[in-house]
């Protein structure tokens, strides 16, 4: 049975369509790449699928621990349901520390009440306990721990794009949805991002869906690609069968004059 | 993470020294009746101030409303303690709950509305609630309201500062807190991380409502009398004065400012016609120099320093 | 339904001077996201100014209210260079904190140099009434007055926006001023221009509503400083006919509301139709809905 599933998905604008009529299937365990020129719906795609937007028509399906259908999707309960994600254009907690953005991953988990909490009661001391080791072991795991006090917004860029990773992590998802992770980052950093991605999805055991222009990253990584175009989903397959796609070559090249 | 750091054992242990030092010398009349009046109206600030902290500089939401919930729990606590001889104890957490309830009547639909927006939303509630005021006689109306038992003493406001103080310091250093935070920062991506906004803004809304319900009825037992125009738009102006004076973010700064400003307020009043000139200065000369506040940039937030940035 | 006409026309002066005022929030709000709480203030330096010019000076209507709109637009100037410019780059708060200390500031010396009571504008236009519909509804000269100022006031601001160099330069500026900056357009210079022009309306404002109510006093500016405010919230702040709009439509509602037994809650009023409006169009009734791109 498929992790997730998508059944004629539409989203419009005023009158445009951002997203036309996607359907696709996405197998557990797959690393899955999303490809296509700027504008051709790959964030809406990832908005519609994180509850950020709501569709038009067609439905969203994932079977995680429960079956979670379209109408479930809101943005705050993605992370109990299993699903996490990163930005385009990084969104960190900028003001806060880098341990405090991935505690704040941890949120779904902390079950103690507002009244625990400001009489300090037994299970405030354990659950916080218990989130500050696991966050140190997230950190150190994703070798930011010696940057634990440091503030967001001071982090290098590279950095900030595996704090966001780190925070979306330690949700402790089943799927992880990454938005351009190796944008801005230069080619050292992308292959130990590529080497990353990698590491987490056995390490986590994940499902991971990512939007990327890097067609090194995506041709490396992914074991599935699916291509969109003006909202469309042109193409899918292995990334051989994609490269050989002529659709695809058009949407990126443009057409050949003859 | 031990249940009281050395610290906070030595914060305790001085608290409590220095409420037996206070309380020994006004019973020995060394601090006289004015000095004391000054004690309880900074107490009073100070609740006010790290209740709109919570608010506006923790959870990010900007407030210029907060004088209503403190006369809120002015009228409730001068309605249950004068007309109905209730005994204080309960009038103060009856006056927080009438605050907090009014909290969560205007904050669900205006928390939805962002920044400036939310600020003007939250000023007209503070004006509706002032008109409404005046215009009922059972409290007074304009006349206001007369004859309040007199039961706020330097015990009460004592007490019910540190409480207020612990408590919201307790709840901003929770995840609850964590997620008010997220919320200032960048409220898609704290939602996306599983906060529920509304849920923790109206959280936030109301229980900095409720402390400053308290404050309102520690105000209205102290003074014997409240009017709807002591709770105006300027009140809550003050209130931001002290936490934006103080820093953001800062439950020390919020103690600090209160303090300093109430003292320079009490000098001002020796000089009626030249207060508010002087008081506008002070206030521009403050902006200009230290636009972050006192105890700005999340230096010195009390706790231990791995925990600075919420 | 002659009351209703002679509400309508009570409601349009009122209206005119939320308008004039209003404009002056919008502006600078659009320009420079400040929500100027010292406008209010500017509107009651206006009105002083009128007073004294045709109190002590023995000036007539006109000359009193141009003097007065000038000397308004030079203390906007002068305010937003002492105090606003060192707070481009603070926070919001900080920013709306300095505004307020601008606005005691203004008011508490006003009320130190000009006593605190309320003073007795003059009656500069001769006091004529004229009837219709059989005496039914009386238009006040002072109507008509403040209706037509209001109406050559808002088509020159018109033209100034749309039609020459700065108002061009005003309205890059408020979209972006980095941008602007680029195009070589001074930002210094629109922005002081900016305030210029939204306080010569409030000062216009003032002497109008010294005229028309004959009673000034230094805390003439905070009320309707603040509705002012509102009906700018109200008509989507930043846009300049939602200001004119917005004005309008307050002066209208709390003119009908105290004409029909409401008049203790007519500031209530005010405000819960704003927070009611905020809720159905967060950004004002001709403001545009923006959504923040993820």
Redesign the interface.
Known sequence: MPVLKVNNLTKTFGGISAVTDVSLDIEAGEIIGIIGPNGAGKTTFFNLLTGLYSPNSGDIIYNLDSKITTHDLKPHKITHYGISRTFQNIRLFQNMSVMDNVLIGFHSELKYGVFCALFRLPSYFKSENEIYKKTDRLLDRLNLLDKKYELAKNLPYGDQRKLEIARALAANPKILLLDEPAAGMNPRETRELMNLIKWIKDEFRLTVILIEHDMSLVMNICERIFVFDYGNLIASGTPEEVQQNKKVVKAYLGEEVE | ?K?LSRKQIMIIIGLLAFYAVTNFMINKNIIDSYLQLNMIVIGINIILAVSLNLI?GFTGQ?SLGHAAFMSIGAYTSAILTANFGQPFILSIVLSGAAAAIAGILIGV??L??????L???T???G??VR??A??IDYIGGAIGFNDIPQYTNWTWTFILTAATIV?IY??IN??????C??IR??E??????????TYYKV?AFAMGAFFAGIAGALYANYFYFIKPDSFG?MKS?DI??IV?FGG?KSIAGSIVGAIVLTIISSFLQGIP?????I???I??GI??YR??GLIGD?KFIIGK??R??? | MEQLLQQLINGLSLGSIYALIALGYTMVYGIINLINFAHGEIYMVGAYVGFALTTFLGLGFLPALISSMLICSLLGMLIEKVAYKPMRNSTRIAALITAISVSLFLQYTMMYFARPDTRTFPNIITNRKLSFLNGSIILDVKNIYIILITAVLMVALQYVVHKTKIGKAMRAVSIDKEAAELMGINVDQVISFTFAIGSALAGAAGVLVGVYYNTINPLMGATPGLKAFVAAVLGGIGIIPGAVFGGFFLGMTETMVSAYGGSVFKDAIAFAILILVLLVKPNGLLGKTTREKV
Do not use: C, W
């Open positions: 993470m249940r506006t900007f639909p205006t939805r509305l962002k920044g400036d927006y600020a003007i939303a000023l007209g509630f004006e509706i008109i409404l005046l215009n408590l307790n709840f929770s995840y609850h807190g964590r997620a935070a997220a920062e960048d898609i991506a704290a939602e996306i991380m599983g906060v529920n906004a959280l738009f102006i931001l004065v934006v953001m016609e030249l207060r508010m000139i008081y506008s200065l206030l521009f902006m200009i636009p972050t999340d320093k791995k600075r940035s919420i």
